[in-house]
Structure formats: structure tokens, C-alpha cells
């Protein structure tokens, strides 16, 4: 529930609200996204949390991290860290569960409720924190992927779940498919 004259604030953990879309078939139109939620509410700031490679290759997430920053969302990265595991298999780790918790305790003095798109069950100790505070917390992820990408806990402690496939028709757009050159420098021929 909603109140039009209440102030808002989202808080995206990125990779979290990425893996839950795509498991639902669809990818986040940011742009839409933002656009509903001031429609819900006083929007007064949309927080965007990723860890970025931080290296000379090409990120394939960059363009999104540039897009967000320029059109009224909050950016906030940070280096991820790159290791091989005891198989061998390079891995990269880059939460950002502190930086998101610390903004959003920050944030709630000036805020009537707070929107989390995370199902990361590592948040329930912030949503009560949250709700101490007189801050209404809505969370937003989804119990329809197998397995379902919300902790039962997380859920619970909300004052309110938005499933994210109730929000696809709003927010949603069709995943892109993988690019291939070839493919693509053969339409550009043809045209």
C-alpha cells in the first residue's frame, strides 16, 4: 500500500534484482521503474547498489552504472574483488549489503517508507530496524522462480511484498539476446 503525499526512497541491490528478473524471463526498465514510483509516492531519491570489476576490461554492466547515474538514481559501487576458489574457478565477490544498510539508516529520518528490491535475507535485521524507526518497509522480489529468490524471513518482516512478475507489465521489458557481431555487421550490410 501506498500513499501518494508519503515520502519515498528506493534501494536496489543490483545483482539481486537483476538474477530475480531474468528468472522471470524479463530485464528491469529502469526509466519505468523510476517513473512508477514517483507515481506511488514523493520519490525523493533511488539508490543503485553494485560492485563493479575494476579492471581494464570491458564491463558489461558499465553502460547500465552510467545510464542510472545521469538520469536520477544514486550510485554506489565499489571495486569487486576477484579470487580463484580451491577448484580453481575465478570468482568475484562484491556485496554491498553494509553500504546499503548505513544509506538507508541514514535516509529514514526523512522518509515515510522505504522500497528494497532485494530478497537477500541478510536485510531482515534493517527492515526491523527500519520499522522501529516509524519507517514502512516494502520489499520487492519474487516467490514464482524455482527456488523462489525472496528469504521466507525477509518476507515476513516487510510491511508489505511486491511480487516483481506483478510489476513486469509496468516495469518489464523482453531480455536482450546476446549480440553477435557477425550477425549484426551482416544486417548493417543488407540495409
Known sequence: MFYRDERLALFIDGSNLY???????????????????MRRGKLLRAF???????????????PLVDWLHYNGFTMVTKPAKEFTDSMGRRKVKGNMDIELAVDAMEIAPHVDHIVLFSGDGDFRPLVEALQRKGVRVSVVST??????????????????????????????RPPREPRD???QAAEDIDA
Not at 538474477?19 to 517513473?35: P, S
Not at 528469504?151 to 512478475?165: C, G, S
Open 19 to 37: 538474477a530475480a528478473a531474468r528468472a522471470l524471463g524479463f530485464d528491469i526498465d529502469y526509466k519505468l521503474l523510476r517513473q512508477e514510483f
Open 48 to 62: 543503485y547498489y553494485t560492485a563493479l570489476l575494476e579492471n581494464d576490461e570491458y564491463s558489461p554492466i558499465r
Open 143 to 172: 516467490i514464482r522462480s524455482q527456488p523462489p529468490m525472496i528469504a521466507d524471513d525477509l518476507r515476513r518482516q516487510a510491511d508489505n511484498f511486491i511480487e516483481l512478475e506483478e510489476l513486469r507489465e509496468v516495469i518489464g
Open 181 to 183: 557481431d557477425n550477425a
